[in-house]
Every structure is written in C-alpha cells, then in structure tokens.
C-alpha cells in the first residue's frame, strides 16, 4: 500500500510557525542597557547621599562635642562664680560680726570698777553671760548699773553673788546676763 500525502504544503506551513520565534534582541538590549544605566544612576545618586550625609554627621558630632564642652565650661564657670560668692558672703558676715566683739569688750572695759575683775565672758545668740569677783558687793552692783545705762546693752540682771575666799583673801563671785541691743 501506498500513502499518498494530500496536504503536504499546509503541514509544512504549521512546523514552520512554530520552529523558530523570531526575538527582538535590538530592543531587548537597549531596555536592558537603559535599565543598566538607570540602576546605575540611582545607586550613585544613592552613594552620594550616603557619603553627604555621614560627612553632615561628622560634621554635626564635631559640632556637638565643641558645644559640650562650652557647657562643661560654662558649668565650670557658674560653680567657680557661685563658690566665690559663698566666700564673699562669708568674708561680709565675718566683717559684721567682727565689730561685735570689739564693741561689747569696750562697752564693758569701758563700765568695769577699779576694784571688780572679770573670770569669763561667753556670748551666745545675743545674749553676754559674765562672771567675775570684786572686793564688796557695792562694786558689784555699781558694775551692774554702770552696764544698765550703756547704749549697747540692755536686760542686765544679777544672777548670783556670793562670798568666797581666794588665796585666803575673802571677795564676792558673780554671775550676770545682759542681752546686746542690735
């Protein structure tokens, strides 16, 4: 038997079609390429922005420990001026209360009998607590009047007067208050 092939030119046809797709590769290079080059681009424009920025930072951090270390300065400064001031305050005070002491000693050497000597002076919170002895306790009482018309002092009173004897010789022990008129 013998085959006859009828439709040799349509099959022909259709192995042809579908053999070879024909592939623009013009096009595909010049998309791969501009594709290529725009990746490119952004991955520079990218790196440029990278290194500006680390380079701002840089710049900022150096910024940033000059300004720390004014303030550390400025810091210094402020607790150097506030320990001046606390000095200065002092050395005020000290220069006040300075003349209190001279005064009250002249105030009271000032008013002291010949025959009255004093053993202690305290002063505390404006208030003179004094002990002596004396001959008579007339001069005892003439010492109390005496601190009683002073300008610098006021509520003198006699705590105690007593009669003792030191080195074998018999004299009054006294105790008296005043207050220091401010």
């Known amino acids: 038997m013998i085959r006859i092939n009828l439709f ?13 797709p024909q592939v623009p590769i013009i096009p595909m290079v010049a998309v791969f390429a501009v594709t290529a080059i725009a990746v490119g681009y952004f991955w520079f424009t990218l790196e440029n922005k990278v ?6 930072k840089s710049a900022k ?30 050395i005020e005070k000290l220069r006040r209360a300075q003349s209190g002491p001279v005064h009250l000693l002249d105030e009271i050497s000032s ?7 004093l053993s202690s002076m305290n002063e505390s919170g404006g208030t003179v607590s004094i002990e002596g002895n004396s001959f008579s306790n007339s001069d005892i009482v003439t010492f109390v009047n005496n601190l009683k018309g002073s300008k ?4 003198v009173g006699l705590v105690e007067s007593k009669q003792t004897t030191q ?5 009054f022990h006294f105790k008296l208050t005043c207050k220091i008129k401010v």
Do not use: C, G, H, Q
Not at 76 to 87: H, Q, S, T, V
Not at 111 to 117: C, G, L
Not at 152 to 155: I, K, Q
């Open 152 to 155: 610098y002092l006021s509520d």
């Open 8 to 20: 040799p030119a349509a099959r022909k046809k259709k192995k042809a079609k579908m053999a070879v």
């Open 167 to 171: 080195e074998k010789i018999p004299v």
């Open 111 to 117: 008013w002291i009998p010949e025959r009255v000597w």
């Open 51 to 56: 290194t500006t920025l680390k380079r701002e």
């Open 61 to 90: 951090e150096k910024t940033l420990a000059e300004l720390k270390e004014k303030i550390k300065e400025v810091e210094n400064f402020e607790k150097d001026n506030k320990i001046y001031e606390e000095r200065t305050n002092i």
